[in-house]
């Protein structure tokens, strides 16, 4: 198979997917985002030269840049660890018929160097390395430097899908990549190995003699070699029928049935939560949430920023809230067609799930008493934003789940998975952090601290006792959709 039908099947499984037309929103959104990183990279590359003459005027920019690409290549490792997946089209079709397995492989690894993450930084190395031409540096030397950039963020794109091969098994998979730079920073901070020196020699030297380009290309031709063999060990037709066998120890729930009929959702809901790779990771993940003031409060200089206390509040009260909340009813995707089938009433569904996130915002707050340290102002604003939470941000999350689309696989990585975020959760951001910090910091400023936690405290409350009500309007809502959501969770694109 040549490469023009695997790019032609590619093609025509974007535009024909169910889910094209309900990511419009969001392609949109990206290309601008792609946009908006491409001038920031171009800016970058045309005015390096001179930003690095100020930055240090008695040494050569060029070594200047050199000295710093260290921090660039940590920089880079982790973003694309977090954010660059490896392009693996549905390959599966392709298995039974007459297609050499090492043709897909090389089309996904080859594809991969194409990525945007790739292209980016030519928008500043390209532009920069001009400007070196232009101002007397020898033409060789410069393209030689240039390619060796060019070589190490394939590198960097190579080592990435590696790293991310070896901590996918891994409950928290971040915590190597986490170590590994963390490490290499520290090593280097306090002078253990000066990994800078040995980076920004390697390239002097490849600018002082272009040969050794060779070395860093080597290397590359390694890494492809690794991943091409991994990759192609395991594309396999019954390699994703492949289970780990583990014990479940059953947890003793009897102290749901105190909640009547929403019981067994609940119970539903915590076993999903526990037993599955993405949501155990997220749980154990609230002490980030938990402790993200201590990002911040210590530091007097935020102490005097009280419209930050509502930010803070919400995404430390609210955490649980916020990263199950904006996936409801996409957790039960590879389900929901067999519960809906089920004699079931919604709004018990529904508000088995309000239960819990209201349950985790109250426990959250109580744990997060001990911020009274850094002054009384910041626990009331936390209470504060607690009470907004229950009774605004918890209505507004679960009406923003009915308009979900994204079926998500449970089993997948877990920590910073983006599968099941569309449009929506982007959305949804704005009334749920941005707009109580608004309307708090706004009051702070024109009235005073206690108008502003007293407007926060009062919206709260004031969704607390319309609750019935607005659950009624949100179930409706869920209902008008329902099958919209069964079609959409029913599709594997």
Request: without cysteine; proline residues 4%; charged residues 15%.
């Amino acid at each position: 198979m040549k490469l023009k039908h695997f790019l032609n099947l590619e093609w025509k499984q974007f535009f024909r997917s169910a889910s094209f037309g309900k990511s419009i929103a969001i392609n949109i959104l990206m290309a601008f985002l792609a946009l908006y990183f491409i001038g920031i990279f171009l800016f970058i590359g045309i005015f390096l030269y001179k930003i690095l003459g100020k930055v240090n005027p008695d040494q050569d920019a060029l070594t200047t840049l050199n000295s710093f690409l260290f921090f660039y290549i940590l920089f880079d490792v982790a973003i694309r660890f977090f954010f660059q997946k490896l392009p693996v089209m549905s390959v599966k079709p392709l298995l039974p018929l007459p297609v050499k397995r090492s043709k897909v492989v090389n089309y996904v690894l080859r594809k991969s160097a194409f990525s945007f993450f790739n292209i980016l930084p030519l928008f500043a190395f390209i532009p920069f390395s001009i400007t070196l031409i232009v101002n007397d540096y020898p033409v060789t030397s410069v393209l030689a430097w240039l390619l060796t950039a060019i070589v190490v963020v394939q590198i960097i794109n190579f080592l990435n899908f590696i790293l991310e091969s070896f901590s996918s098994e891994r409950e928290l998979s971040f915590l190597p990549v986490i170590v590994l730079v963390g490490s290499l920073f520290a090593l280097n901070y306090f002078n253990v190995i000066s990994f800078s020196d040995l980076i920004a020699q390697g390239f002097t030297a490849i600018y002082n003699n272009p040969i050794f380009v060779l070395i860093p290309i080597v290397v590359l031709v390694g890494l492809y070699v690794i991943n091409f063999k991994q990759l192609k060990a395991k594309l396999y037709l019954d390699s994703s029928l492949k289970t780990k066998v583990a014990v479940v120890n059953a947890s003793n729930m009897e102290w749901t049935k105190r909640f009547g009929d929403i019981a067994p959702f609940m119970q539903l809901d915590l076993k999903l939560i526990w037993r599955n790779k993405r949501t155990k990771s997220m749980t154990m993940l609230l002490a980030i949430g938990l402790l993200y003031g201590l990002f911040f409060y210590p530091q007097p200089i935020y102490r005097d920023m009280e419209f930050m206390f509502a930010f803070i509040g919400v995404f430390s009260t609210g955490f649980f809230l916020i990263n199950f909340g904006q996936f409801i009813p996409a957790w039960d995707s590879g389900y929901y067609k067999m519960l809906m089938s089920q004699n079931i009433k919604y709004e018990q569904y529904l508000r088995s799930k309000f239960v819990l996130m209201i349950m985790s915002v109250v426990i959250l707050f109580v744990l997060g008493i001990p911020y009274v340290y850094f002054g009384w102002k910041i626990l009331i604003a936390h209470f504060a934003t607690a009470i907004y939470n229950i009774g605004v941000n918890s209505h507004v999350i679960l009406y923003g789940g009915s308009f979900n689309r994204k079926k998500i696989d449970l089993d997948k990585k877990a920590a910073f998975n983006y599968q099941g975020t569309g449009a929506v959760q982007w959305i949804i951001g704005i009334p749920l952090m941005i707009l109580p910090m608004a309307l708090f910091g706004l009051t702070n400023w024109l009235v005073g601290f206690e108008a502003a936690v007293g407007l926060l405290i009062a919206l709260g409350v004031l969704g607390i006792v319309l609750h019935k009500k607005l659950m009624t309007l949100i179930t409706k809502k869920y209902l008008d959709s329902k099958y919209k959501m069964i079609d959409a969770f029913s599709q594997d694109t």
